[in-house]
């Protein structure tokens, strides 16, 4: 990975929220939270697999972050079961200060469900 990508990379896992797009497509304007957990990014909708965002880049395998006003080109893996406890507590820790009201959908099965690794390009 380039070290601009690193940067933007570690940019993202401090950053409240950041904007994803398919490539070559407008950001949504809808905001989503990211978490780091190791090395790597991971997302998830808080509308769970309906959500508008998550279809289209799921779909697609990859995105286009807005991170700051920059852009991060990533393919998009599902997770599944896989480290799934980890980035649960990445989310707690990251946004629990939000309270139960956000952090709980977050953590739920349904939301869960849509875990996707970025993998930057």
Do not use: F
């Not at 490539?23 to 769970?48: A, C, E, F, M, T």
């Not at 799921?58 to 599944?80: F, N, S, T, Y």
């Not at 946004?95 to 875990?115: F, K, L, N, R």
Request: charged share 20%; no cysteine.
């Amino acid at each position: 990975m380039s070290s601009e990508n690193t940067t933007l990379v570690d940019e993202a896992g401090r950053s409240d929220e950041v904007t994803i797009s398919g490539v070559g497509q407008p950001p949504d304007q809808v905001p989503i939270w990211i978490v780091k957990s190791g090395n790597d990014l991971y997302v998830r909708s808080y509308r769970g697999p309906t959500g508008r965002w998550y279809r289209r880049v799921r779909e697609a395998g990859q995105a286009m972050l807005g991170i700051g006003g920059r852009q991060l080109e990533v393919r998009v893996e599902p997770v599944g079961d896989h480290d799934q406890a980890a980035i649960n507590a990445a989310y707690v820790h990251k946004y629990g200060h939000y309270g139960p009201a956000y952090i709980g959908p977050m953590t739920s099965e349904d939301v869960v469900s849509t875990t996707l690794r970025l993998v930057p390009q």
